[in-house]
């Protein structure tokens, strides 16, 4: 049954790619699907891109093994769309073309501004792969007997195929068929959970009291994150790095103007919110119906929670159908991943620095194409090295590098008219190696205790994600930059990105 649904997912998303393949001739349809998007299905679209493995595996489970501090990613993941609403989607949209290295560009037209946006952009995308890699992983091990390097070769080749052939367009309607059944199908769970405590919402907190092993402390905060630096740290890597992801800005170019794109903000930000209210009863159903060592002993960072909460709940055919959602949630984030890093790659790298502009439209394309194999690859490779970590805790860190490293210099871009050149390449650069560096010294990667991280040894600092250290360090890096290495840009120039991001008018004169 599993495996019936599989199949029809993958050739569901096939026929997709296959139709979108024929509108796919032109960089600026490869790219952004044509700007051909209307609000309600860029909004849908979005939350398919977002709503990502870490959101429906890793969150159940971090909430059914750690309570409120699993919370935390749900609150964190869902406020972070009013920084997007209200700071970045509408000068985005004005300012840029295809990537985010393009609204840079509008105002500082260097090909080094171009190249270390690129750089950034697809560190982060791959950074985030991984956790939809190991969350894919994970489902195809659990359901069909798969290893755990078979399942993630069969995602790196899907992912790769769409866009390879579907660019855009074919990403995008495989993130709306996604999103729909993934609200379907955790509708379907809340609404079972829900009525095994008599719709009420006294009986569930009450039941969760005693429910797990952790007792009255499961409702509480401090289970996992017992310092409280620890749980700033991480809730500023989810809020403010949203608006730093690659793969979500991009998509704000596939609409027509600035209004459609608020308005795709605000229809993803209604469907994310539900969703995400909705991870209360993924969590607190399979704490209390499934049991802690059953989720461990599936999967010990807690991923497989929610697939086996609804065999609990409905049996192997809602099991089947859960599990298949969860692929289609995979397949669709990691298709909007590659793209990103792949139209970083293509556009600003290749055409721009490379052929200095002059790439034609053929050129451009198959430099996109080869570059999706080789993020895929790199990608496929890491993820095999990272099968113990929570999905949820995986996309953290990449919020943690956007936040860090691309933030910054798109707030002071926008808004800070003495920003420069030299501010820009600085920000980024010292914003994202400061956050990796911080990522690779964490309790993460290096543990006294030999197979609890990926290296064993002693952590150089105690945060799990460091973000209250990396993401101050990237804004005042970018500041530090401007005012010591480069000169004023012109007034005249800042005046006219000033109109532009926020009018959308081309010419400012």
Known sequence: MAFTFFILIVAATLVITYYASKKTNTTSEFYTAGGGLTGW??????????????????????????????????????????????????????????????????????????????????????????????????????????????????????????????????????????????????????????????????????????????????????????????????????VLGTAGLPHILI???????????????????????????????????????????????????????????????????????????????????????????????????????IRKGKATEKEQMLAARYASIGVAVISVILALFAQKMNVAFLVSLAFCVAASANLPVIIYTIFWRRFNTAGAITGMLVGLFTALILVVVSPNVLDPTPGKAILTGTPLISLTNPALISVPVGFLSAYLGALLFGRPETDAKFDEVLVKANTGIRDSA
Do not use: C
């Open 41 to 238: 299905q860029n909004g849908l679209a979005i939350a398919g891109d977002y709503m990502s493995a870490a959101s429906f595996l890793g969150i159940a489970g971090a909430i059914a093994l750690t309570g409120f501090d699993g919370f935390f990613f749900s609150i964190g993941y869902l406020v972070a769309y009013l920084v997007v609403l209200y700071i970045v989607a509408e000068p985005l949209r004005n300012l840029g073309k295809y990537t985010m290295a393009d609204m840079i560009a509008a105002r500082f037209n260097n090909a080094k501004v171009r190249g270390v946006a690129a750089l950034s952009t697809i560190t982060i995308s791959i950074f985030y792969m991984i956790a939809q890699l190991v969350g894919a992983g994970a489902l195809i091990k659990l359901l069909l007997g798969l290893d755990y390097t078979t399942s993630v070769l069969i995602v790196g080749t899907l992912m790769t195929v769409y866009v390879i052939f579907g660019g855009m367009t074919a990403t995008s309607w495989v993130q709306i068929v996604k999103a729909v059944l993934l609200m379907v199908g955790t509708f379907i769970i809340s609404v079972m959970v829900f009525a095994k405590f008599n719709f009420s919402f006294t009986e569930m907190f009450n039941h969760m009291k005693t429910a797990t092993p952790l007792g009255d402390t499961f409702l509480n905060p401090g289970v996992k994150y017992k310092d409280g630096l620890d749980t700033i740290s991480i809730n500023v890597a989810l």
């Open 251 to 353: 998509r704000f170019f596939t609409v027509k103007d600035a209004q459609t794109a608020r308005k795709s903000v605000v229809y993803a930000t209604w469907l994310i919110g539900i969703f995400y209210i909705m991870t209360i009863f993924l969590g607190f159903g399979a704490a209390a119906f499934v049991g802690n060592d059953t989720i461990v002993e599936a999967n010990k960072a807690g991923n497989m929670a929610a697939p086996l909460l609804a065999q609990v709940l409905g049996g192997d055919l809602l099991m089947a159908f859960v599990a298949a959602v969860a692929f289609a949630t995979i397949l669709a984030v990691v298709a909007g991943l590659v793209l990103a890093a792949a139209s970083a790659f293509a556009h600003d790298f290749y055409s721009h620095i």
